[in-house]
Every structure is written in structure tokens, then in C-alpha cells.
């Protein structure tokens, strides 16, 4: 009965929406604004739809990417109610640093040395890798097993037009999120999804995908996930601190054991836990 | 300039405006199709049907277009397992022309139901004298008519089609020219405005042309009254 | 004049019963769609009670719902307004008695026409984030807005054009013999009244205004269809989250283009005499998604 009610609240909130809209276009704030330069705040930037690394669970956020973040804020000194998340997609991390929109990145950000060029980076706080999701039942296990098969990626992504080039016989359909390449291989139209390990590892292990799906476990690429700091920035050395201390006391290990569960995967123990490199 | 034109020996832009033009193609022939049915049907004296085509059309013009080709991929596509060929391009380029027809057969309908109504009361009540019934009539006299009097809004859907077929990106066609544009510009940011205007003035080319001739066709083909 | 009255003949008892079989059999087809859809989806599960209760839970409209449909209002709202001032201004410009001023509005006008609105959409969202005029959480805001308005804006323009040469001669020759100059009548005499007879084409247009504003999708601004997807992705029930944003959409669209509708019914002992034919046609524009 009480969601009954929720449901008929929500419906006139609707109407009452749509009747101010019909009335003009008076309700044109603008959003967001400069970053503040105090210390016990923090605007971090992460993904919003990435489940398992950075995900906004309506009011509250979860995932790795996530969890580092907020080690990493308390360790500054910042407490978790005084960090702002803000969304950081792919093209718009280098921008939101550039112009200080944010503090600092936490969003499947590779260290690369182009992107050295614009923005510095903290850690690597951890190791990923290409790799590939299949149906729990496949026997694909690696890109060699793909040639004749259906791979689906993301639109652009630099990381199937690989695949694509090594295996001519691969065939690729570009989608605007993982989420839809998921969604169809639940329906057996696609054969594999190829991205990060850690990324495959968080869609598979969504409640709803539990048991669907699994990580082959073969990497072949190495992306290092960094903190996305401005350039300059004097934060590098107690980022990559707080990085060492939740490696050291197992935090690290927990968050991605919880933030995974669920998806059959175990990350590549040879190169994580990884360890920081020197700030520049 | 060197370096605008070395963009179009690593970008095929040309081939992407072709998946277009072909995307347009094929939807255009399908929305003509369905989009006639429902005119009829709207037209027809028989209540389910009239109510059939009056809901089709309120529901595919009012959803945004977006959805819909979203919807083809995700509902038809994945979650349906619809296959409409063998190969799996060739099968999602199919669905965005369903997702394209679909949409766009709700303004055909509109556009010949505007066209009927260009057709004087007359022209019905003669062909009720000499004895004809409701499908010889409209297909005799009523709808060779309306389809003069429809040339130049069906002109505008045909317009609109071209240039929705850009959104089947993101339905699944992604080698489409938004697709390859953005593809483009985020590796070439310096050279984003010639990139844009190279995309804008091929639409341009590829609609005026159209607009100019159905203008000059319905003018040509209107029925003298 | 109504087709539905003149295409057939009063039915007599024979065109009753077939009518009666035509409706039967209609009725029978529409029935099976509709049950062939419903089978499709319950047989992989898309109607089960887990992929919709989420709908019926408070936090679903307070974080997603909502805010998503906030949004999507917002960049509509402003899109209206500022496509409805450049329609005026370019709409009075393409009537100007200085050729070059007609010249070059024509020209803006039919090239925003012809340009998809994604790629305005795309272009100023790369455009404007790489530039730094704008902080990078704007541009998706502003891009969609700006596409939005160089189209829509167009579009009207030539409503406002359609609707002044669709008046009457009298009304200028009026204007001009009380001593208006040229510019003054069209501005104070001939747009009012041109305004009043499009509204209803307006108002169709500001269904597709609302429309495209689910392109900003594909640009990351977070408008309805974007937090559904993310809902969708969240739940795993995407297909059912995309069905309620399509809901959304169609009720708040029908009741505008009913009002559309409404309104040039009222209007049209206004408009008629004059040719309303000219307006019905722009108002059929398809525009884009």
C-alpha cells in the first residue's frame, strides 16, 4: 500500500511538472561553478554508469573507483559527507581538470603519456587489462577463439578496432555503453564484450547479471588506472600514500572482493597490487 | 589545408553519407508502405481500424526517435532475438531501417490524411454516384488525387528521414556520418569546425536538392481546379 | 472538409454486416499483435514482477525519474524560448525590405534547416568542451540548447514568414495609410496577427522541440532517457525502463499536440479566409526524432 502511494505522489509530481513547463521557461538555473580550493572539501570526479567502478545508485555512489576515492579523501582529511561527486565522462576528464571544474579524477583513467602532457596523475592504484566477458557457458578463451564470432564494444573505442584488425574474421558492433552489449549477450545475440577486466568484472557481477556471465581471465593489454590530478598539483605524494596504506592494510583488497562479487574473476596477481610510481 | 585534406584519406566520408543515403533509402520505401495502409485505415468506415491508425500514429510521433532505434537494438535486437539476416550488420542496419520506417510512417499517414483532405467533397460523392464501394473508390479516385495534393509534406517527411538517419548511431549503425564525425573530431579537435561544415554541407546537398523538387513537383502534378 | 463522412455512404444493412465483419477481424489482428508482443516479452522474462517493481519504489522517482525528467524540461524550456526569439528575429529578417538582411537570413535559415540537428548537437558539444569557453559540465547543457534553437528557431522563421504572407494584403495597405512605414506595419501590425494564427504550428513545433531533446542522450547529458538507461543498467531491466520513458514522453507530447489541436480549432474563424492550408503544412513537419 505505502508504494501505492509512493507511486501516486510520483505521478503528481509528474503532472505538476509537465503543467509548469507548458508555463515557460523560468527555471533555467544554472548548475555547478567553480571547485573549491578548501582542503576539507573535495570535488571528485568519477564514472556514474559504470557498475562495479563508479556508479550513482540514485543519492549514493558505489564502486571501486569509488571506494579509493573515499580512502584516499579520508586520508587527506576530508570526511566522506564532504566530498562532492561529480560525473567525469570519458572525453570530459582532461577539461574538468584543465579548468579545476574538479579536485581530482577516480574514472578508469589510464596513465598515458599524451594525457601526461595536459594533467598529472597519482598512483597507479591499479593494473587492468583488455579482456573478455562471455556467457558462463562459452569456450572462448581468448581472442583467438573470436574469428567467426559476435564482439561488441562501446562506439570508438580503440580497443575492439584492435581485436578487429588482428582477427579480420571477428565481427563488431559498436554500442553507446557496455550496459547494451551486456543486455544483448544475455539474449545470445553476441558472443564476447570486450573492455578492461575490472570494468567486464563489474557488469557481470550486477544482481542481475549474477551467474550470467564470466571473465575469461587472459589479459592482453596493460592499463594503469591513475588519479587524475591538475597539472601541478601538490596532492601527488599523500595520494599516493594513501594508495600504499590501503594496499598495506587490505582495504584495497576488500573493495575490489566486494565491489566484484559475484562476477568469477580474480584480478591479474602478477602486476596488482600495484605499486605507485614516483610523482613527477 | 594540407591537413584538412589528409583527413579524407584516413576517413572514408564518403562511404559514411552512402550508409545514409541507404539507411534512407530503404526506410523511405517501408514508411511510404505502412504509412499508406494507415492512411486508409484512418480513412476507412470501420471503427477498430480507424482507431488502430489513430493510435499508431499518436504513440511513434510522440515517442522520440530515439527511443525507438534505442528500443530496436535492445528490444528487438537482443532481448526478441530478431534476426533479419545472417550477417550481423547487415542484420542491425535492418533494424534501424525498421526503427527509421516505423517512426517516420506515422508522418506519411499524416501527410496523405492532409493530402485526402486537399481532395474536394465532390470527387467522393461523384465516384459514391457512379456505384463504386469504399477501397475501389479511394484507390480510383481519392487517393491518386491525395497523393498530389500530399507531394510536398511528403517531401518534408523524406527530408526529415535523411537527416534522423544520423540518430541510427545510436541505435547500432555506428559507421554512419554522426558516428564517423565524432569519431573525427575527437581525434582532430583542432580541425572541428572544417569537419563540421564538411558533414553539414553534404546534408545540404543532399536535401535542398530534394526540397526544390518536390516544391516544383507538386506545383507541376497539382490538380487543376 | 472531413473525409471520414463523404468517402462512404450511409451504410445500409449489407454495408453494416461487413462493416461489423471488417471490425471483428480489425479488432482480431490488433488483438494478436498486441498478444504476440506480450508472449515475446514474458517468454524472456521482461514482464516478470522484479523488472517493474522498481517503477513503484519512491527512490526510482526521486533519483532517476525525476531528476531525469527535470532536466529533459529544462533544456526544453529554454530551448522554447530562445528558438521562439531567433524564429522572430530571422522570421521578420527573411520579410525585410533591405535585400541583403532577406539574403542573408534566407540563406542562415535554409541552411540550419538542412543541417541534422546531431550533428549542431555533436559539433558544439566537442566544440565547446575543447574550446574551455564553457566549464566542461555545461557544454552538454549548452550544446543541446544551441542545436536545439538554431533548428527550431529556423523552423519558425519560416512559420512567421508563412504566417505574414498568409494575410491579407489589406492589412499591410492599412498599415502603410496611416502613415506606418514598411518596417512598422510588419512589426506591429502584420506579425501580431501572424503569430496568433501559427500558434498552433508553434506548439507543434515545441512537441519537437521536447522530442530532440532526448539527442542529448547520445551527448551525455543526463535528460530522462540518460538516468533511465542508467536505471536500467542498475535493475537489469532495461527494455521496461525504456518503455516508461517512452510513456512519458508520449502523455506529455499528446496532451501538448491536443492542445495544439484544441487551439486551431478556436482559431479558426481567425484564420479563416486566409490560408490556413500554408500553416497545416509546416505544422506537419516531421522535423527529426
Known amino acids: 500500500m505505502r508504494k501505492t502511494r509512493y507511486a501516486a505522489a510520483a505521478v503528481a509530481a509528474v503532472a505538476a511538472l509537465t503543467l509548469s513547463a507548458c508555463g515557460g521557461g523560468d527555471s533555467a538555473e544554472s548548475e555547478g561553478g567553480g571547485a573549491s580550493g578548501s582542503a576539507d572539501s573535495l570535488r571528485i570526479g568519477i564514472k556514474f554508469d559504470q557498475p562495479g567502478l563508479g556508479y550513482d545508485e540514485g543519492g549514493s555512489y558505489s564502486g571501486f573507483d569509488v571506494d579509493v576515492a573515499k580512502y584516499v579523501a579520508t586520508e587527506l582529511g576530508v570526511s566522506e559527507e564532504n566530498i562532492e561527486f561529480v560525473e567525469a565522462p570519458s572525453a570530459n576528464r582532461e577539461n574538468l581538470l584543465q579548468n579545476e571544474q574538479v579536485d581530482m579524477i577516480f574514472a578508469t583513467y589510464s596513465i598515458t603519456d599524451t594525457r601526461k602532457e595536459t594533467v598529472d596523475f597519482a598512483g597507479p592504484y591499479f593494473i587492468a587489462g583488455q579482456d573478455l566477458l562471455v556467457p558462463t557457458d562459452s569456450d572462448i578463451t581468448g581472442p583467438e577463439d573470436l574469428e567467426g564470432k559476435n564482439l561488441c564494444s562501446v562506439t570508438g573505442s580503440t580497443s575492439a578496432q584492435k581485436i578487429k584488425d588482428q582477427y579480420p574474421g571477428v565481427q563488431l558492433v559498436e554500442q553507446p555503453g557496455y550496459a547494451e552489449c551486456v543486455t544483448a549477450m544475455g539474449g545470445g545475440q553476441i558472443d564476447a564484450v570486450t573492455t578492461d577486466d575490472i570494468i567486464l568484472a563489474g557488469l557481470a557481477a550486477q544482481e542481475s547479471n549474477a551467474g550470467k556471465f564470466k571473465v575469461v581471465g587472459n589479459t592482453f593489454s596493460e592499463e594503469k588506472y591513475g588519479v587524475g590530478l591538475p597539472k601541478g598539483s601538490d596532492r601527488c605524494e599523500d595520494i599516493n600514500a594513501a594508495i600504499t596504506k590501503m594496499i598495506d592494510d587490505k582495504a584495497w583488497e576488500e573493495a575490489i572482493t566486494s565491489n566484484t562479487e559475484g562476477a568469477d574473476y580474480t584480478y591479474n596477481a602478477e602486476l596488482n597490487p600495484p605499486t605507485p610510481e614516483p610523482c613527477a | 589545408m594540407e591537413d584538412y585534406l589528409s583527413l579524407f584519406e584516413t576517413y572514408d566520408v564518403l562511404a559514411a553519407f552512402w550508409i545514409n543515403i541507404q539507411l534512407s533509402f530503404w526506410a523511405a520505401l517501408w514508411a511510404l508502405a505502412i504509412g499508406t495502409v494507415l492512411a486508409l485505415f484512418r480513412i476507412s468506415p470501420i471503427p477498430s481500424l480507424q482507431w488502430f491508425g489513430a493510435a499508431y500514429v499518436n504513440i511513434f510521433r510522440n515517442t522520440p526517435l530515439t527511443i525507438i532505434l534505442a528500443f530496436g537494438f535492445l528490444g528487438l535486437f537482443s532481448v526478441l532475438q530478431v534476426s533479419l539476416a545472417s550477417d550481423l550488420n547487415d542484420s542491425l542496419f535492418r533494424i534501424a531501417v525498421v526503427g527509421l520506417a516505423v517512426y517516420h510512417a506515422a508522418f506519411v499517414c499524416e501527410a496523405i490524411r492532409s493530402g485526402v483532405n486537399t481532395v474536394p467533397l465532390g470527387q467522393a460523392e461523384a465516384a459514391r454516384a457512379i456505384g463504386l464501394s469504399f477501397l475501389p473508390a479511394a484507390r480510383l479516385i481519392i487517393l491518386p488525387q491525395a497523393f498530389r495534393g500530399a507531394i510536398a509534406p511528403l517531401g518534408n517527411v523524406l527530408i526529415a528521414l535523411i537527416k534522423n538517419s544520423t540518430v541510427a548511431a545510436a541505435g547500432s549503425v555506428a559507421a554512419e556520418a554522426s558516428g564517423l564525425m565524432k569519431t573525427m573530431i575527437e581525434f582532430r579537435s583542432d580541425l572541428v569546425i572544417p569537419i563540421f561544415f564538411t558533414f553539414a554541407l553534404g546534408f545540404v546537398v543532399l536535401v535542398i536538392p530534394i526540397g526544390l523538387l518536390t516544391t516544383w513537383a507538386s506545383k507541376k502534378l497539382a490538380v487543376a481546379r | 472538409m472531413s473525409a471520414q463522412q463523404v468517402l462512404f455512404d450511409a451504410p445500409g444493412p449489407r454495408a453494416r454486416r461487413n462493416i461489423m465483419i471488417g471490425n471483428i477481424v480489425g479488432v482480431l489482428i490488433a488483438l494478436g499483435i498486441l498478444a504476440w508482443v506480450i508472449q515475446a516479452l514474458a517468454e524472456k522474462g521482461q514482464l516478470e514482477a522484479s523488472m517493474w517493481t522498481p517503477f513503484l519504489e519512491a527512490r526510482t522517482w526521486e533519483f532517476f525519474i525525476l531528476p531525469g525528467l527535470a532536466n529533459t524540461l529544462k533544456a526544453a524550456a529554454v530551448a522554447i524560448v530562445t528558438s521562439v526569439l531567433f524564429g522572430l528575429i530571422f522570421g521578420i529578417g527573411r520579410l525585410s525590405h533591405v535585400t541583403p538582411i532577406r539574403w542573408a537570413a534566407g540563406i542562415v535559415v535554409e541552411f540550419l534547416r538542412a543541417v541534422p540537428v546531431l550533428l549542431m548537437m555533436i559539433f558544439f558539444w566537442l566544440a565547446l568542451g575543447s ?77 519537437v522541440i521536447l522530442k530532440d531533446s532526448a539527442l542529448g542522450f547520445i551527448i551525455t547529458y543526463p535528460e530522462l532517457l540518460q538516468f533511465m538507461r542508467r536505471l536500467g543498467v542498475g535493475e537489469g531491466n532495461i527494455i521496461p525502463s525504456l518503455m516508461v520513458a517512452a510513456a512519458i514522453f508520449i502523455v506529455i507530447n499528446f496532451g501538448l499536440s491536443s492542445l495544439a489541436t484544441r487551439l486551431s480549432v478556436l482559431l479558426s474563424f481567425r484564420t479563416k479566409g486566409r490560408r490556413p492550408a500554408t500553416v497545416e503544412a509546416v505544422a506537419l513537419d516531421p522535423a527529426s526524432t
Open chain 3, 131 to 207: 574550446s574551455g569557453a564553457v566549464p566542461p559540465q555545461d557544454a552538454p547543457f549548452i550544446a543541446v540548447v544551441t542545436a536545439l534553437t538554431l533548428y527550431n528557431g529556423s523552423v519558425i522563421a519560416e512559420l512567421v514568414r508563412s504566417g505574414v504572407q498568409g494575410l491579407p494584403k489589406g492589412q499591410r495597405e492599412a498599415g502603410m495609410a496611416i502613415g506606418l512605414t514598411a518596417g512598422q506595419s510588419l512589426r506591429s501590425v502584420e506579425v501580431p496577427q501572424a503569430l496568433i494564427a501559427m500558434l498552433p504550428a508553434l506548439i507543434s513545433q515545441f512537441v
